[in-house]
């Protein structure tokens, strides 16, 4: 199989509302936008994309129309503190406060519209035993 594009696209109550979310607090700008489907894209590369449905729509299966609750979805970062301080003083619902990760990560989880995950993640360098792990090297 030849994958042409990838992106999450997340069920939702709100179309307008969970736009209006990754928007303000992500930065990323619509690129088709109805009254129950909006595809947005990130302007710094438009290949970090995600979508939202209206969860009861007719194009969504009966077995998914509930709102995407559970999901995480990972946006890394070049400063995971500098947007844990913009984020919390935002008002949004911190899940988990920022930590390191002997992993290889300094991130954050924040609740997103309808209790979607949105880990923030910023790589760092690994302790050695979990440096082992990456094939092809670091984070």
Known sequence: MRITSYYPVLATADVPGAQRFYQDL???SPRYVSDWYVHLAHPSHAWIALALVAADHETVPLAGRIPARGVLVNFEVDDAATEYERLSSAGVR??????????????FIIEGPDGVMIDVIEPIPPTEEF????????P
């Open 26 to 28: 992500f930065g990323f």
């Open 94 to 107: 911190v899940l988990v406060p920022i930590k390191d990760e002997a992993f290889g990560q300094r991130h």
């Open 131 to 138: 440096a082992a792990a990456y094939i092809g090297g670091s």
